[in-house]
């Protein structure tokens, strides 16, 4: 079974503080993680994918599948970093890709 | 905007009633689908479509439930007999196909709130 864990439903942090969103996930699998971003008011949009490998917005993510971990840092909180961030995977298999799985969202507050 | 979109925006329904909400992909977008978010919670998968085909269920949806999408564009999902439980926000999102692969990456709409009373 896929399942993904986000242990904090809230983080707060000071503006210019280390930001790290945890992320579990359990899949026998090649998991495919997701990491999405909800601000407010707004629809729910992909921040970052482990396979591209990239920093968005300053964030970054690694997948560490010893720890079966993909969290979310970001060396330097900004104000607008203020939104609700959700986890996801997705697992591989034959005829594409399975459907999201998602964690239930950890909100993250930048304080100023 | 020529993102995904979802209409109604808000649905206030009494229990025992039926609702229709629909989804338009973004244009030329192979595959939709379907999630429910309900409070506290992450989106979860209900259906989805590869064109018109629907290629997968989840067991949340009840057979009160029914997804179509008829011409491989837009999508419209349908609860019967609504109950309070089904009290939550349902989201469309749509990927495409690339070289004949579904590309993983899917875009959401800003989906539709229903209540029911």
């Known amino acids: 079974a896929q399942r993904v864990t986000q242990p904090e439903k809230l983080l707060s942090v000071f503006k210019g503080a280390p930001v790290e969103l945890k992320c579990n996930y359990s899949y026998s699998g090649s998991p495919e993680l997701f990491w999405y971003v909800q601000y407010s008011r707004q629809r729910l949009q992909l921040l970052l994918r482990h396979i591209s490998r990239e920093s968005i917005k300053g964030f970054t993510a690694d997948l560490n599948k010893g720890e079966t971990s993909f969290h979310l840092k970001k060396p330097f909180a900004q104000e607008e970093d203020s939104a609700m961030y959700y986890c996801a995977l997705s697992g591989a298999r034959g005829s594409g890709n399975t459907p999201l799985v998602f964690g239930k969202g950890t909100r993250l507050s930048v304080i100023a | 905007d020529t993102g995904v979109s979802q209409n109604p925006r808000h649905k206030i329904t009494k229990r025992g009633q039926n609702v229709t909400f629909r989804c338009d992909p973004i244009s030329e977008h192979n595959r939709l689908y379907w999630y429910r978010q309900t409070l506290g919670q992450g989106p979860e998968f209900l259906t989805y479509?590869?064109?018109?085909?629907?290629?997968?269920k989840s067991r949340l949806l009840s057979d009160r439930f029914s997804a179509e999408r008829p011409k491989g564009s837009f999508s419209t999902l349908e609860i019967q007999r609504t109950e309070q439980g089904d009290s939550a926000m349902y989201l469309c999102?749509?990927?495409?196909?690339?070289?004949?692969?579904?590309?993983?990456?899917?875009?959401f709409g800003p989906g539709t709130r229903l209540t029911v009373t």
């Open positions: 999102a749509s990927s495409a196909l690339r070289q004949g692969r579904p590309v993983i990456e899917q875009y």
């Open positions: 479509f590869q064109n018109e085909a629907q290629l997968e």
